[in-house]
């Protein structure tokens, strides 16, 4: 075929095709899998349903369990810290991956972690790298240009057992981010305010879920931490996942990972993530623009990441709103949360402060809420917490006396798990149920009851997070990060 007529294609387009197996029918791929997740919550059931089918894992070397979403993090935790229905779970998906030769970060492993933590970690999750987890938020992992989506125990059960899976090959978009990010605004603002603009359901035009490469001058800014951030929400947008192509930056920030190439393979492996790029005139089923010069830290004010606004704004009136099902969806959020029309974000008080979960627990999310929290200390009337996403991140944390800075600022410092990024996460923050406290959090999700029942949760950065656990109420990091 002359050069001329190969068509443009996108990094989606260059990751799918290097892993298709066969297209049974249009529309359709089976791809080969590279990488399995499974984790304690819905694990044990994949591989007892597997094993009851008579079938064991293909590939158990390319499949990885972590335990994670119902376990304590409580310091000193052990099998007694968590509840009854946890540990069976925890017993039981240990077991079962230990049978089935699957390399498990268990509790007592000191590279245990929130599995979407683990896997960049480790460089187990590469670029070009397709990857596969029971968990919605599996895309986390795009960050470095790796294909990774959420899927279903069923899915997870035919990956298992076969390293492939049958996949709808999805429309594509591009994202893109210009300007340049002003101070103290940061990855999660980005997500925050290209949901609250575009809504829940912006990364599925025509109730389709599309492939997100997150591109543009902010976005090559940004930290692969930020970067991973970024595409851990793709999915709050609707989206079927999110990546950003590799460049020097995931190089650099991949070298040396325990799973990662070495040497001469690492050369030819950094040569082929290189070119993981999309062509200039290639082709979009859908695109959007958003510029950051201008963006202030994002606040969410209802119950859905699109409800989500300027830290210093104000919560918008449902009435405004034309489509009738939104607006009595915002009407319901301003109930539960307590809200008026016209009030500002910034002023209202909190009773609780988290940072954690995939979205928020790395170490560089760490070492910017320590630095805003040196000398200073918590309002008293706030409950804060800190949960690392893995233990490496708290010990790495530890090596560097972060963690004497929060407890020294009033914050609880735990062992890693997802924690209070759910209300059945193992934790809670000790309100009474159906207390209604009020949260500020570095979390994914704030939908009714996502931290307890009754607890109305906003979501922002680590940033905002502490400054308005330093003030007792929502405030704007803006001046902390000045003074």
């Known amino acids: 075929m002359n050069r001329l007529s190969v068509p443009a294609r996108t990094i989606i387009d260059r990751i799918w095709d290097a892993h298709v197996v066969a297209r049974p029918e249009p529309g359709q791929a089976l791809l080969a899998i590279d990488r399995i997740f499974l984790h304690e919550r819905t694990g044990p059931a994949l591989l007892a349903g597997l094993a009851a089918s008579g079938r064991a894992p293909r590939h158990p070397a390319r499949i990885f369990g972590v335990m994670d979403h119902i376990v304590s993090t409580l310091p000193g935790r052990n099998e007694l810290s968590h509840g009854p229905s946890a540990r069976s779970f925890i017993t039981e998906f240990r077991n079962s991956a230990r049978s089935a030769g699957i390399r498990l970060f268990d509790l007592d492993d000191r590279l245990q972690g929130i599995v979407h933590v ?100 902010a976005v090559r800014a940004l930290p692969i931490e930020g970067r991973l951030t970024l595409c851990n929400m793709a999915v709050e947008f609707g989206a079927w996942t999110g990546l950003v192509a590799p460049d020097e930056d995931t190089l650099q920030w991949v070298a040396g990972r325990p799973h990662a190439p070495q040497g001469a393979h690492f050369d030819q492996a950094a040569a082929h993530w290189l070119a993981l790029r999309s062509d200039d005139d290639a082709a979009w089923d859908a695109e959007i623009t958003l510029d950051v010069a201008n963006l202030a830290p994002q606040v969410s004010w209802g119950t859905s990441p699109e409800h989500t606004g300027g830290v210093d704004g104000i919560v918008p009136d449902p009435s405004q709103e034309a489509d009738a099902a939104r607006r009595r969806a915002c009407e319901q959020a301003l109930a539960y949360m307590a809200l008026k029309p016209g009030q500002s974000l910034a002023g209202t008080p909190i009773d609780a402060a988290f940072i954690g979960s995939c979205t928020n627990s790395r170490l560089s999310d760490l070492r910017a809420a320590a630095a805003m929290l040196r000398g200073a200390k918590v309002a008293p009337s706030v409950k804060a917490i800190v949960v690392p996403g893995s233990m490496p991140v708290k010990a790495a944390a530890e090596a560097e006396g972060l963690h004497r800075v929060f407890e020294d600022a009033g914050f609880e410092w735990r062992a890693s798990g997802c924690s209070l990024c759910f209300f059945s996460g193992g934790d809670s923050f000790g309100f009474a149920e159906g207390s209604a406290r009020r949260v500020i959090s570095s979390t994914n999700r704030n939908f009714e009851g996502r931290q307890g029942p009754g607890v109305r949760t906003h979501l922002a950065s680590p940033l905002t997070v502490v400054a308005s656990a330093l003030a007792g109420h929502i405030t704007d990091p803006r001046p902390y990060l000045e003074s």
Request: glycine share 20%.
């Open 118 to 217: 683990v896997s960049p970690e480790q460089g187990l999750a590469l670029p070009g790298l397709t990857l596969v987890c029971p968990d919605s938020h599996t895309g986390t992992v795009g960050g470095l240009g790796a294909l990774a989506w959420g899927i279903g125990s069923t899915e997870g059960e035919h990956a298992v057992a076969t390293g492939t899976l049958l996949t709808p090959e999805p429309k594509r978009m591009r994202v893109r981010f210009d300007g340049v990010l002003p101070g103290g605004v940061v990855a999660k603002d980005m997500i925050l305010a290209l949901i609250g603009r575009f809504g829940a359901s912006g990364g599925a035009p025509g109730g389709v879920a599309h492939a997100i490469e997150f591109a543009g001058p």
